[in-house]
């Protein structure tokens, strides 16, 4: 059994479909919900936990593909494992290019539907963990004041205190200062460590000085 707290979202207009992959699903210890449509499925009260989504590429009233660019834009980010019942060999990559997990054409085994929601749920736990690992630092990088955020941005471009003191126009000792201050809120014991933190939450590079 592979129980646990995740939930995998069926779509698919097919009721037949829908009643044996719920099936299949529980039991193989899935908590499983079906809906006919995408609509059906946004008007469900957003599910911020682990999951994933198991989309049919051809919906009445909107394709698979198109479905899955309309749940990012409805801040769904569910990695998905595409189903369908035709051979459509350029919807297929164009699934595969925009992040879909696995593209199954129906009929497919009951083997090959479990390893691809596998697969979907770890990579949905991974991306959970990154996500959360971003969320800190950036409360961490919210504890700066102006000027540190400043000053981290310099640091991250590769610039010594001497010329960011030069740049900003301070005594370099001043730089130290806020360096010291800029490590301590981020948790960092490294240079490098920092930098990757930086990155991670998007912060932009910058080695000259803002104009005023």
Not at 62 to 91: C, H, N, W
Not at 155 to 165: H, L, S, Y
């Amino acid at each position: 059994m592979n129980a646990d707290d995740s939930i995998v979202f069926v779509v698919d207009d097919d009721p037949s479909i829908r009643k044996s992959l719920e099936r299949l699903l529980r039991t193989a210890g899935y908590s499983t919900e079906t809906f006919g449509s995408v609509t059906d499925f946004l008007s469900r009260k957003h599910h911020s936990g682990a999951g994933c989504l198991v989309l049919d590429v051809r919906l009445p009233e909107i394709s698979g593909v198109e479905a899955g660019e309309k749940l990012s834009q409805a801040s769904y980010y569910l990695p998905t494992v595409f189903i369908s019942g035709y051979a459509d060999v350029p919807t297929s990559v164009r699934a595969m290019k925009d992040g879909a997990v696995d593209f199954l054409s129906k009929p497919f085994g009951d083997d090959d539907l479990l390893a691809a929601v596998r697969t979907a749920l770890d990579q949905e736990r991974q991306q959970s963990r990154v996500r959360a690992e971003v969320d800190q630092i950036r409360r961490r990088l919210a504890s700066l004041t102006p000027r540190e955020q400043e000053v981290l941005r310099y640091v991250v471009a590769g610039n010594i205190n001497k010329r960011i003191a030069a740049l900003l126009g301070v005594a370099e000792k001043t730089i130290k200062v806020h360096r010291a201050r800029i490590m301590q809120k981020m948790q960092t014991a490294t240079l490098a460590a920092l930098v990757r933190a930086a990155q991670k939450a998007g912060i932009p590079e910058t080695d000259r000085r803002p104009q005023l």
